[in-house]
Every structure is written in structure tokens, then in C-alpha cells.
């Protein structure tokens, strides 16, 4: 009966310290995410976020197409250096700086309409989740999504 205890003590002292490193890898919005339509609740993109000098930058990696739409576009209604370039490889987040619990002082294209906006990301459920904002003027005047982390 000692060696079980024994056993189960040492299990539960690998998993007491293996779950605070977890929550502080996973609270990073560093990674790959799923992005979802607003209307159809459909994904559209996969989105790997990357962090360079303190500052994350995000680039479209995979669209999610319907057979009959053009597997590779282009950004045609993007009004900067991105007009007419594929949007698979696109950066379309960038600037985003770590302040208190979020990152802010970034900006966001929405290569559907070629805008870009402020933007700013907080972290949710532990790292599984992130809700990035894209607004004018102030975060009051915008629009959130929630991503979802893919790994």
C-alpha cells in the first residue's frame, strides 16, 4: 500500500508543478488561431501570432474557402503596401505591446475591406482563447472577435 502512495504523491507533485508552467505558456498570445465569422459562425482563417522585441505581430497562414472561391486572393481593396498582394502570408496584426493585462497600441487590416484599425488583445480561459478589438478613434467605437488557439 506505501509504494501506491508513494505513487500517487509523486503524480500529484508533477502535476502541481507541470500546471502553473502550462497557464503561463498558454496565457501568451503567442501561437496559431482560429479565426470566426461573426455571421456564419464559420472559420475563415488561421492567424499565427509571433512576438519579436516585445511587440506581436500576426500573419494569415490559411483561409478556409469554399471550393468556388479563389483559394489564394488578393488584398484588392487594401489602400497601403499590402494592394493586390496575396493575403496568405499577410501581416494583418502588428505593434501590439504588453500593457497590464492586455496589449495595446497596435493596429488591424481587414483585408475584406482594405481598413486598417487600432487594435488592441486580451487573453481569456487560461490562453485558449484571445478577443482582439479593432476600432477608431477609441476602443468604445469598434468591433471584437474571439480567436481560438489551434496549438
Known amino acids: 500500500?506505501?509504494?501506491?502512495?508513494?505513487?500517487?504523491?509523486?503524480?500529484?507533485?508533477?502535476?502541481a508543478l507541470a500546471t502553473p508552467l502550462a497557464w503561463a505558456q498558454d496565457a501568451s498570445p503567442v501561437g496559431l488561431w482560429k479565426?470566426?465569422?461573426?455571421?456564419?459562425?464559420?472559420?475563415?482563417?488561421?492567424?499565427?501570432?509571433?512576438?519579436?522585441?516585445?511587440?506581436?505581430?500576426?500573419?494569415?497562414?490559411?483561409?478556409?474557402?469554399t471550393p468556388?472561391?479563389?483559394?489564394?486572393?488578393?488584398?484588392?481593396?487594401?489602400?497601403?503596401?499590402?494592394?493586390?498582394?496575396p493575403i496568405i502570408g499577410m501581416t494583418i496584426l502588428s505593434g501590439l505591446r504588453k500593457d497590464g493585462d492586455e496589449y495595446t497600441g497596435g493596429e488591424i487590416l481587414d483585408p475584406k475591406n482594405g481598413k486598417v484599425y487600432k487594435?488592441?488583445?486580451s487573453v481569456h480561459e487560461g490562453g485558449r482563447k484571445i478577443e482582439v478589438r479593432g476600432y477608431v478613434g477609441v476602443p468604445m467605437f469598434g468591433r471584437s472577435q474571439v480567436w481560438l488557439r489551434q496549438e
Open 68 to 85: 468556388d472561391q479563389d483559394q489564394n486572393p488578393k488584398c484588392t481593396s487594401c489602400r497601403d503596401a499590402r494592394k493586390d498582394q
Open 119 to 121: 487594435s488592441k488583445l
Open 1 to 15: 500500500m506505501r509504494p501506491l502512495i508513494r505513487a500517487a504523491a509523486l503524480a500529484a507533485f508533477a502535476t
Open 35 to 65: 479565426t470566426i465569422d461573426d455571421a456564419s459562425g464559420k472559420p475563415t482563417a488561421l492567424i499565427r501570432i509571433t512576438e519579436n522585441q516585445g511587440e506581436l505581430q500576426g500573419k494569415i497562414e490559411k483561409l478556409f474557402r
